[in-house]
Nanobody, 122 residues
Framework: QLQASGGGLVQAGGSLRLSCTCS????????MGWFRQAPGKEREFVAG????????YPADSMEGRFTISRDNAASTVYLQLNSLQPKDTAVYYC?????????????????WGQGTQVTVSS
């Protein structure tokens, strides 16, 4: 139901654009989010976007380096990752929320993609 792509290996300072495509029935009228999980760490909220395109970022805001957007016509959500650092190395997951508003808790998300690996070398 969710297909994430765009991960890869990049040098520090580089950029990647992650994409997540869902079936219209799966994500229509729902908020979507990106989470990430580094080895040995808990999964954390990276960014979310409401059905109307209003973004939400965690308090630390990844230092303003990440930008989320969505194209409802294409049933796709994007995560632009800029100025990547080795600490950003993780598996990035997209998810569809139960409702139209964005939340930061994993419990608010109904469907999860398979994840895409982002590796940043120093």
């Amino acid at each position: 139901q969710l297909q994430a792509s765009g991960g890869g290996l990049v040098q520090a300072g580089g950029s990647l654009r992650l994409s997540c495509t869902c079936s219209r029935r799966t994500c229509s009228n729902n908020a979507m989010g990106w989470f990430r999980q580094a080895p040995g760490k808990e999964r954390e909220f990276v960014a979310g976007v409401s059905w109307r395109g209003i973004p939400r970022y965690p308090a630390d805001s990844m230092e303003g380096r990440f930008t989320i957007s969505r194209d409802n016509a294409a049933s796709t959500v994007y995560l632009q990752l800029n100025s990547l650092q080795p600490k950003d190395t993780a598996v990035y997951y997209c998810a569809v929320a139960f409702g139209s508003a964005v939340g930061e808790s994993m419990n608010l998300y109904r469907y999860w993609g398979q994840g895409t690996q982002v590796t940043v070398s120093s």
